[in-house]
Structure formats: C-alpha cells, structure tokens
C-alpha cells in the first residue's frame, strides 16, 4: 500500500521541493522562511528539506513538534561529536539530515504516551521509517532509520527475545549509520524532557538492561565518537 503524504503533498511536489531547496540561491540571514504556506525561523537547507519530508507524513500538533525538538537534538549532538573528533570521513551535512529523519517513523506506532496512535509496535518505528524514506527515494537516511534502534539489533537479539521485528542484521554498519546510533542514545522523547541530554552511565545502564553484546555495542560506540 502506498504512503499517502498529508494532507495532499505529493511525492512529485515533495521531489521538485528537493531539487529547489538543493539549487536555490541562499537567502539573505535575516529573510524569514516560509514552508508549506506557514512561516518558520530562519532554517538550513538540511532542516528545510527534513521538515519538507516529515510536513509529507505528519499534520502540525504535538507528535510533529515531539518529533522535530528530539531530532533537532539528537542532530546536534551528532555534528557536535563529528567537531570534537575531526572526522573528515563522514560529511556534516548528510549527518545533519540522517539525524533530522532517523525517527520519521514513529507516527506509524503506538505509543500514546508521546502521541503516537499507530498501529505498529514501537520497536518498529526504524523499519516503518526506513520504508517511508525509501518511498521517497532518501536511501542513505533509510538505512540509518533503520539500524539505530538500541545500539542496534542482531538476528539473535531479535529470534531470541521474541521482538517484532524481522529476524535480520539491525546493527548500524557505516559510519555516519554509527554516528546517529550513538546521538540518539543521549534524547528521550519524554515530554518536557526532549532537549535533556542523559549522563553517560545512565545510557549504559539502559543498554545493560538488554544483555551484555547491546552494552559492549554502545561503548565501541562511545570510543568512537564520544
């Protein structure tokens, strides 16, 4: 079945928007953007093309605002750890975007507790996104959509735990897949607590709980970028 985008924003529009946001000339700083008929802060062409694909899949209100506070965070973590480490083999600019639609697939699960009413299990939300991304042809952000849950998932993990998910490598491989992996563990989406970044000790405790391989994963995770 396939995705329709909301309200009425077709993939056609949305791949034209692409191409205008990649080639226009840069606007003045102090010239306010307008996107989708609705004015918004001052934004790079990262943030206009993410909100172009999340406004495809989410109508305004809390999930959409939930959504873009935690990935805005989790992108900044990402590009804060790219500066601390001077890594010149993963470009700013494609982490910006990966980290800005990692989570686009949560409005397909059910989570009410962050306003999601779908139908999916949470757990779920990598693959859903994964799907809505590569609808759209944004290939290299599916892949990181889909392999960033926990420090990331084995076939193991999955047979063995009995998770509703396909029982398939779920691990992040590249680098930039493995950068986003690692700056979403420091958000929640915890109402209120968005923007709260988690100590350390208190992730790995998390990532303890789900056997001693997702711990060992997160802190080859940590050596690399933290």
């Known amino acids: 079945m396939p995705i329709r985008c909301y309200p009425s924003f077709s993939h056609a529009s949305l791949l034209l928007a692409i191409i205008a946001i990649i080639f226009a000339k840069p606007d003045p700083p102090n010239k306010p953007k307008i996107l989708l008929n609705k004015?918004?802060?001052?934004?790079?062409?990262?943030?206009?093309?993410a909100r172009r694909v999340i406004d495809c899949f989410y109508p305004e209100g809390e999930l959409h605002d939930?959504?873009?506070?935690?990935?805005?965070?989790?992108?900044?973590?990402?590009?804060?750890?790219?500066?601390?480490?001077?890594?010149?083999?993963?470009?700013?600019?494609?982490?910006?975007?990966?980290?800005?639609?990692?989570?686009?697939?949560?409005?397909?699960?059910?989570?009410?507790?962050?306003?999601?009413?779908?139908?999916?299990?949470?757990?779920?939300?990598?693959?859903?996104g994964a799907a809505m991304l590569r609808s759209l042809g944004l290939y290299l952000c599916a892949d990181v959509c889909e392999r960033h849950t926990g420090s990331g998932l084995t076939a193991r993990e999955i047979r063995d735990q009995n998770l509703p998910l396909p029982a398939r490598d779920l691990?992040?491989?590249?680098?930039?897949?493995?950068?986003?992996?690692?700056?979403?563990?420091?958000?929640?989406?915890?109402?209120?607590?968005?923007?709260?970044?988690?100590p350390l000790e208190k992730i790995r405790a998390q990532m303890a709980r789900f056997g001693t391989d997702s711990l060992a994963r997160f802190d080859a995770l940590h050596r690399e970028f933290g």
């Not at 918004?40 to 093309?49: F, S, T, V, W």
């Not at 059910?110 to 779908?118: E, K, L």
């Open 171 to 198: 691990t992040p491989r590249t680098a930039v897949e493995r950068l986003v992996c690692y700056a979403d563990k420091f958000f929640s989406k915890t109402p209120g607590r968005l923007a709260e970044e988690k």
């Open 66 to 128: 939930l959504l873009w506070t935690h990935s805005r965070a989790v992108a900044d973590k990402a590009l804060s750890c790219l500066k601390k480490r001077n890594m010149a083999d993963i470009a700013p600019d494609t982490a910006e975007l990966a980290a800005l639609l990692h989570d686009i697939g949560i409005i397909r699960t059910g989570a009410p507790s962050i306003h999601c009413h779908g139908t999916l299990p949470y757990l779920a939300h990598g693959l859903a």
């Open 39 to 49: 004015a918004i802060a001052p934004m790079n062409r990262n943030e206009q093309l």
